[in-house]
């Protein structure tokens, strides 16, 4: 089988998936995606929080990795990486990110596109110190994204900073960012599988929020 026959022969929105009426969404599209979220989460859907951070680099060029979103306000969605990185480089020339997030499960998909600001450091040290011990030890290595020559330099420097916050359980790098995506747009979109799928779009104006639907 061809990879193309292989795709071609995958079922595609194969699950139950929940209603959605968008005449009864909220005002605002956080409280939304907080609904949208809590269901994910008693759904079962393995990591409803993970979510695809989207910037641009240097050249223009896309880029998009994996993250998992910290926290979720009215200020905006939340996440963490350190500023030294590559994401943190092409956030600090252009902060004007695109977060995407898609329960499978549920044939939802949720875009936010807005800009990524820099929390207070004091925000970021407190939560670099309730990150998990491995987590920690990781961001402290300070390399990510490196060119790694050997995977046992790797460990030698992951054993050395583990000795170094065992000694020091307060230790921070003070590259560890928080960012708050303030969004200018967030789209909801509710699969069907006739095709006749739900698109509403919240698009910031100065008045607040308009509410618009999408064609499929």
């Known amino acids: 089988m061809t990879p193309r026959e292989m795709l071609r022969a995958l079922p595609v ?6 209603s959605f009426d968008p005449a009864a969404a909220p005002a605002e599209p956080a409280a939304l995606f907080a609904d949208w979220l809590g269901e994910a989460v008693a759904a079962g859907v393995d990591e409803p929080h993970a979510m695809t951070l989207s910037t641009v680099d240097a ?14 306000d009215a200020a905006g969605w939340h996440f963490a990486t350190t500023s030294t990185s590559a994401k943190g480089r092409q956030l600090a020339a252009n902060p004007r990110v695109a977060l995407s997030f898609h ?14 600001r820099p929390a ?15 987590s920690r030890i990781a961001t402290l290595a300070g390399r ?13 420097e992951l054993a050395d900073i583990r000795a170094r916050l065992a000694a020091d359980p307060g ?33 910031r104006t100065d008045g607040g929020w308009e509410r618009e639907l999408l064609w499929p």
Do not use: C, N
């Open 59 to 72: 050249d223009g060029a896309p880029d998009a990795r994996v993250l998992i979103l910290k926290d979720l």
């Open 120 to 134: 207070d450091p004091a925000v970021s040290r407190q939560d670099f110190l309730a990150r998990p011990e491995g």
């Open 144 to 156: 990510q994204s490196a060119v790694l020559a050997d995977r046992a330099e790797l460990d030698r």
């Open 103 to 116: 329960w499978r499960e549920q044939g939802r998909q949720v875009r936010v596109r807005g800009t990524a």
């Open 171 to 203: 230790l921070v790098t003070e590259a560890h960012t928080v960012y708050t995506v303030v969004p200018v747009s967030v789209e909801f979109w509710q699969a069907d599988r006739d095709r006749r799928h739900v698109r509403l779009r919240y698009r």
């Open 13 to 18: 929105l194969a699950h139950q998936m929940p």
